[in-house]
């Protein structure tokens, strides 16, 4: 018969990280590992009849992975399944879509700022009905069924073709292959203001965008060339490629270097601006300044009364625990709640559903709002050139009135990249047993007012994450170390360091120069040398 029953031994090691599945590629392209995981979670779902949206940011072997996912939605009496086409859907769009299309759920095939390739990383991200990243108790329920999952269903049909727009059905299941860019661009005209910020560029302002040869592209091009009006040429990278064309789609300083050498160091362009893999991120770049994330997290809450969409005011503010606190500064200045969770887009979109936050935001370069339940790169980028379109300042002079007003919090992340994972879990072991001590320690030349492993209990499900990151408050510095949850190679140490220069003091250092005593504190403290074999970072953002 066309529905096939295929069995296959079980794979014990498909555990969700901070977004979901995520695996070197040959691992994921191992006999059965997709249809395998597909089928826990399409049980956990349950699907059948329901509407399910797919898409992914186009990476090598997402091709594939998209037909088995379509054939198991055949094979599970899928009522519906929107994808984008060719398989393209940004996070973002997906998140979207996902909302607008009441779907049960959505499926995005994505490693995010992970390489891509054959020896790169391919990644499977579950979203609820809400249009967010699963809850951690739904994740782990999927993490349960795929150690006992032994047999999967899926349709013996040909490939479903996704190079153009139509319906397509199959026995009970209609696919829908749509423009992955209309819909989104709809969204955004309902936010900004299209024509001050085409105004903007007509007065001679410059920009250049860089997609990283990933999913932004042609979302970037409708966006900004044929709607805003930059020239073409302007943007960099714009087609999407399965391996990003050999770069590394992570907007940071170190991977979107020749974008940060344009802008910041050229000074080729007033404004410059990136994202990763699937889109969900975004790097802000003025004229001989990178902006931290941290701080654009800040700016954008503070000017969001500029921007049509937000001009009502904000419900309340969010950040993850390791992201500066230049964002409660601002909460504090609008008399709003600023929320603090651990990180992950998952601990947000639980409070953006509850209408407790306009507005959120991560170090690592995701910021968003209310407008869908992921960070949204694009989003970031609009909020600074409609914010810039009404203050007509520089990049550069935002950010100086910013701190003028605030204060400045001076901030890097240190990351140890690909270190041995027994090392690393030893670090974070030790640090934890000395908490106790730690508290009244004197660090260097700073006191530790305050130092936990931080935990966080959801205002609005009321459930809990634990050792979520260790914490180190002194004075006016705060160092933060955790394990990366999104590598797929060894351990990842991430080490935190922030600054806090308050109104008056001095705003112009660079942040390694504010930072210095602050790193080499936090590197004794936790003797990162000794456990982790590593003298110096490999990545400093
Ligand atoms: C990293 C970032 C985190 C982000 C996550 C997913 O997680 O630090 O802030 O939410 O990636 O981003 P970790 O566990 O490696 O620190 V993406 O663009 O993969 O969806
Ligand atoms: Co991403």
Known sequence: SVIQSV?????????LGTSGLRKPTGHMMQPHYVALFIQSAFEELGVAGATLVVGGDGRFFNDQAIQTILKMAVAHEVGHVVVGRGGLLSTPAASALIRARKAKAGIILSASHNPGGPEGD???????AHGGPIPLAVSDAIHARTRTCARYAIADIPDIPLGKDGRHQIRATVVEVIDSVADYVRLMEGLFDFDRIAGLFRSGFTMRFDAMNAVTGPYATELFHRRLGLPEAHLMNRVPMPDFGGLHPDPNPHHAAALVDLVAGRSEADFGAASDGDGDRNLIIGRGLVVSPSDSLAVIAANAHLVPGYRDGLAGVARSMPTSRALDRVAAALGVNCHVTPTGWKFFANLLEAGLITICGEESAGTGSNHVREKDGLWAVMMWLNILAERRLSVGQVLRDHWQAYGRDYYQRLDFEEVDTAGAEDLMATLRGRLPALAGELAGRLTVTDANDFAYT??????????QGVQIVADEARIVYRLSGTGTRGATLRVY???FAPRGAD????????????????????????????TSASVIS
Do not use: C, M, W
């Open 497 to 499: 360091l922030e600054r």
């Open 122 to 128: 391919s990644g499977i991200k579950i979203n609820a």
């Open 507 to 534: 705003h112009g250092l660079l942040p390694a120069e504010a930072l210095a005593e602050v790193q080499e504190i936090a590197t004794q403290v936790a003797d990162v040398t000794r456990f982790t074999g590593r």
């Open 7 to 15: 069995d296959a031994r079980p794979y014990l090691d498909q555990t």
């Open 458 to 467: 959801d205002p609005v499900d009321g459930s809990s994450a634990t050792k």
